[in-house]
């Protein structure tokens, strides 16, 4: 009884797997779509260290300190801002055989030593870069974890020279 049951669920899956539509004929070609396009652009540029030209500005607010910088982009059009896409990336390094980008927002873990009444302390904090996007302008964000900055000379809290690239899609 086994075997009759093991053949009859044997040609069962057979036909079940031999049906292709009504009549088993294929269906009609489709006509062809348009062929698609895609628009990059690629924007390099350097914002220079706190207080020089073209360089991070401070926000000084009483509970939300950052670092910014403004970036004229006349490339980002009405049309990129409502339809594109906008990417920006960090680039590491000013050898060309040795770049490094990262996108942004990235954060960054730091260890830093400071002298402290003649003893060396450790400071951990984290170091966030960001940026958002309005057209034709594109404006960069550096904050420290703890807000704590002290513009002067015997820290370096401030961001120093960064280089970045902007990717417009559309």
């Not at 669920?9 to 539509?21: D, E, I, K, P, Y």
Request: glycine residues 8%.
């Amino acid at each position: 009884m086994k075997k009759y049951l093991y053949i009859f669920l044997f040609a069962l899956l057979g036909v079940l797997s031999s049906c292709n539509g009504r009549d088993g004929r294929d269906g009609r070609d489709g006509k062809d779509g348009q062929d698609g396009f895609a628009n990059i652009k690629n924007i390099t540029f350097t914002v220079e260290p706190f207080g020089q030209t073209n360089g991070w500005g401070y926000s000084n607010l009483p509970d939300n300190n950052y670092f910014s910088a403004e970036i004229g982009v006349p490339e980002l059009t009405k049309d990129i801002f409502d339809n594109g896409v906008v990417k920006v990336y960090r680039v590491f390094n000013d050898n060309p055989k040795n770049l490094v980008q990262q996108a942004l927002p990235c954060t960054n873990h730091k260890e830093v030593f400071i002298q402290q009444n003649g003893e060396t302390v450790t400071a951990l904090y984290t170091e966030t870069l960001d940026f958002q996007y309005a057209e034709g302008f594109v404006y960069l964000y550096y904050t420290l974890s703890d807000f704590a900055y002290e513009l002067d000379e015997s820290t370096d809290v401030e961001p120093t020279r960064m280089s970045f690239r902007i990717v417009l899609m559309w």
